[in-house]
T-cell receptor, first 117, second 113 residues
Framework: EADIYQTPRYLVIGTGKKITLECSQT?????MYWYQQDPGMELHLIHY???????EKGDLSSESTVSRIRTEHFPLTLESARPSHTSQYLC????????????????FGSGTQLSVL | QQQVKQSPQSLIVQKGGIPIINCAYE??????FPWYQQFPGKGPALLIA?????SEKKEGRFTISFNKSAKQFSLHIMDSQPGDSATYFC????????????FGKGTKLSVIP
């Protein structure tokens, strides 16, 4: 069973509020990711990190920001939430893929369903 | 541009049937093709994966068939059960050094008793 935790599970907030979605993993994984998932749509990568002090933007442009000060913690922040940010946000982690023969297995949290009114 | 195309969007089968979910990709740099299973209210979980050097991989009731020349791969679920009802995502990963999975849009499978 994956040891990756996201809080809160559900969040309903008003427009303009600053929010932080928490994600923690206890597996010691170097790599962590944030995906955005809308109903009936694929998962879109919005941020990823190779390790401490490393963050990169993913394929999908996002107004959110992330930080990676500790290996186990990868929070996502929205400075001013808008209704267009309403979505499910999934955090994931994986071990470093060193060689072609290694497998890339993502462990996902249960997600945060964000609704911005 | 969607790099991994998945079909069908939804699928209903009776218990014991063999649902088949198909995916196609364009980028020949992809070299790892996993399938993820997602139950309502949960994050996706890795189900099975294949590399392009084999044409088929089987784990329990789940089988991936891979056609490198056609750039297609599919998931077969043998003797499907109501507990298999979930959303299934195919995905693809580029070669060593890349850490970004590209997902298909997902297939919602319902297995009715």
């Amino acid at each position: 069973e994956a040891d990756i935790y996201q809080t809160p599970r559900y969040l309903v907030i008003g427009t303009g509020k600053k929010i932080t979605l928490e994600c923690s993993q206890t597996m010691g994984h170097d790599k962590m990711y944030w995906y955005q998932q809308d109903p009936g749509m694929e998962l879109h990568l919005i941020h990823y990190s190779y390790g401490v002090n490393s963050t990169e933007k993913g394929d999908l442009s996002s107004e959110s920001t992330v930080s990676r000060i500790r290996t186990e913690h990868f929070p996502l922040t929205l400075e001013s939430a808008r209704p267009s940010h309403t979505s499910q946000y999934l955090c994931a982690s994986s071990e470093r893929r060193e060689a072609w023969g290694a497998n890339e297995k993502l462990f996902f949290g249960s997600g945060t369903q964000l609704s911005v009114l | 541009q969607q790099q991994v195309k998945q079909s069908p969007q939804s699928l209903i089968v009776q218990k014991g049937g063999i649902p088949i979910i198909n995916c196609a990709y364009e980028n020949t740099a992809f070299d790892y093709f996993p399938w993820y299973q997602q139950f309502p209210g949960k994050g996706p979980a890795l189900l099975i994966a294949i590399r392009p050097d084999v044409s088929e991989k089987k784990e329990g009731r789940f089988t991936i068939s891979f056609n490198k020349s056609a750039k297609q791969f599919s998931l077969h679920i043998m003797d499907s059960q109501p507990g298999d009802s979930a959303t299934y995502f195919c995905a693809a990963l580029k070669g060593a050094g890349s850490y970004q999975l590209t997902f298909g849009k997902g297939t919602k499978l319902s297995v009715i008793p």
